[in-house]
């Protein structure tokens, strides 16, 4: 959705005169002298970076990789942007923070509702250096709207239930004119490419002003913003640039459209250029994506085989297994422990069940070519832990590369393997990105791949503060910072993780998401 104002484009520098003044205060330990930047690029992939790279074609990502740190960083399970970038955020793993998808299963009516941040139950990195009295600006972190209530400046990132409420403080709304929404759920059809396209850019260059505007003021500790269409460019017009493999894709839209991803890409990197450029030499910077990428030819519909394997029934409540997702590997049981009208009973039913599912998933095998599509099978209670594992899916699992699970009808005819829809032809896989270059960090590239879920720790660490003792992650310390232990010693401490939505802003948008799920035709 795109906001409506009065007036079109962008008053940056009127903006930066209206937003509320920032300063750098102390707290929570003994500040290094530093700051940390993290800049996101949603579904960044080495795969297709590296390539680039050495073709000249990206030289500011090419610049940070040999003059810093890089390596790959392993994603949550599974590998979607909203549980993964509130991992990040948060340090915790799923089973603590709540968010195990873009959509969360309401256990009463049998539906999937929306996720907002008012669903994440961890606090947020910026929510400690608040109380340490330290300043943060935050830009399209996806799972941030409403924002929270924070010493500094935040942007919400999507998906955006309402078309207002997604910055804090609340009268910085109106001070970006023209500001596009990331929009949550897009469809692609035929003839609608360049239309497309050219929203993508639009928003790409549109947030990258109001974010550079943001990050050339001095007054912050943490600047942390995320861009999410290289992640979308890449779901919708992958299939041009694999033209011929894919074999369905019309040789005009080819022509016109070969060069979209790669094009998207050599924005994104003038953009991180003009990043480096504003960095100061007491700044950390730090570039990350919450997942890989690559193509898919072949899409197996969960719900056409739980029918065909006799797990599903179409009235949901005899169900033994649900599917809720629109795409990824997740299944949830219908315990009598958890819904009221389960009718699988916790224990060794329960045990059997998901020991046959893994072993059936584990050999399927599709029809066309004979290959193997299942990569990995997980228990939720093997991968989650925390006070909410018990609303996490039962069991977890990865395709195999050129793989992707949907939902399919099993009330309509057609197979379980089929094509892929037209709209998209690249999704998410576990191995993401990381570009790191500032004071303490070392040169080189990394012998093994860092975790996601370590980076909020690793700011914190960076800037001086506590690192609560129940955060599942650690800093990268060993094989990425140099010389920072003799200066700033490592405090890990206890502090609460757990966090309440709270403040005006947010019981508003509560209010106003509560009426709009009660209209009957949003059930």
């Known amino acids: 959705m795109r906001v409506s104002k009065p007036i079109a484009g962008f008053l940056l520098g009127a903006a930066a005169l209206l937003l509320p003044p920032l300063g750098c205060s102390g707290g929570g330990g003994e500040p290094t002298g530093l700051r940390v930047a993290v800049l996101g690029l949603d579904g960044a992939t080495w795969d297709l970076l590296e390539p680039w790279m050495e073709e000249g074609l990206l030289p500011n990502l090419s610049r940070l990789r040999d003059e810093g740190f890089s390596t790959g960083l392993t994603s949550s399970i599974p590998p979607l942007s909203a549980p993964a970038w509130t991992t990040a955020i948060t340090g915790v793993n799923p089973g603590k923070h709540g968010i195990f998808d873009f959509e969360l299963l309401d256990e009463e009516r049998f539906l999937p509702r929306p996720a907002t941040a008012l669903d994440r139950r961890a606090r947020a990195v910026w929510e400690y250096l608040t109380e340490s009295s330290r300043r943060s600006v935050v830009v399209g972190v996806p799972l941030t709207t409403p924002p929270d209530s924070i010493d500094g400046i935040m942007i919400g990132g999507f998906p955006h239930p309402l078309p207002s ?5 609340r009268s910085l709304e109106n001070d970006l004119l023209g500001y596009r929404l990331d929009e949550y759920g897009e469809y692609l059809p035929p003839g609608g490419e360049e239309a497309f396209l050219a929203n993508l850019i639009a928003t790409r260059d549109g947030h990258a002003r109001i974010a550079l505007d943001l990050y050339r003021r001095p007054d912050w500790d943490l600047f942390w913003a995320v861009f999410m269409g290289s992640d979308k460019v890449q779901h919708f017009f992958w299939k041009f640039m694999d033209a011929e493999k894919r074999g369905d894709v019309d040789p005009e839209l080819v022509r016109r459209f070969e060069h979209a991803v790669r094009d998207f890409w050599i ?4 953009i991180v250029g003009r990043f480096v450029e504003a960095t100061d030499d007491k700044t950390v910077l730090l570039v990350v994506s919450d997942h890989g990428f690559g193509p898919i030819y072949r899409e197996m519909q969960l719900l056409r085989w739980l ?12 169900s033994r297994v649900f599917y ?3 795409f990824g590997g997740e299944l949830t049981v219908n315990r009598t422990d958890r819904f009221r009208s389960g009718v699988v009973a916790p224990g060794e039913e329960y045990d059997r069940l998901l ?11 599709d029809p066309a070519s004979g290959s193997r599509v299942v990569a990995s099978v997980f228990r939720g209670d093997s991968i989650y832990s925390g006070p909410l594992q018990g609303s ?5 699992f990865l395709p195999e590369p050129g793989y992707v699970f949907g939902r399919g009808s099993p009330l309509e005819p057609g197979d379980v393997f089929q094509k892929p829809s037209y709209t998209f032809s690249a999704y998410h896989e576990m191995r993401g990105i990381l570009l790191a270059r500032g004071p303490h960090v070392r040169e080189g590239r990394g012998d093994t791949d860092l975790r996601l879920i370590d980076l909020a720790p690793t700011v914190l660490r960076l800037l001086g503060d506590t690192i ?21 010693p490592l405090r890990i401490g206890k502090r609460p993780i757990e966090r309440e939505a709270s403040g005006a802003l947010a019981e508003e948008t509560r209010e106003k ?11």
Not at 311 to 318: A, H, L, Q, T, V
Not at 468 to 488: H, K, Q, V
Request: aromatic residues 12%; charged residues 25%.
């Open 165 to 169: 409420g997604y910055t804090y403080p």
């Open 267 to 270: 924005g994104i990197d003038e």
């Open 307 to 318: 029918w065909n394997e006799g797990y599903c029934d179409i009235n949901p409540m005899k």
């Open 324 to 326: 809720f997702p629109h």
């Open 355 to 365: 020991a046959e599912l893994e072993e059936k998933l584990l050999a399927v095998r």
């Open 392 to 396: 996490a899916p039962d069991l977890l």
């Open 468 to 488: 609560p003792i129940e955060m599942d992650g650690r800093p990268f310390e060993g094989p990425f910072l140099d010389e920072l232990g003799a200066t700033a």
């Open 513 to 523: 998401l509560e009426k709009l799920q009660a209209l009957p035709y949003l059930q």
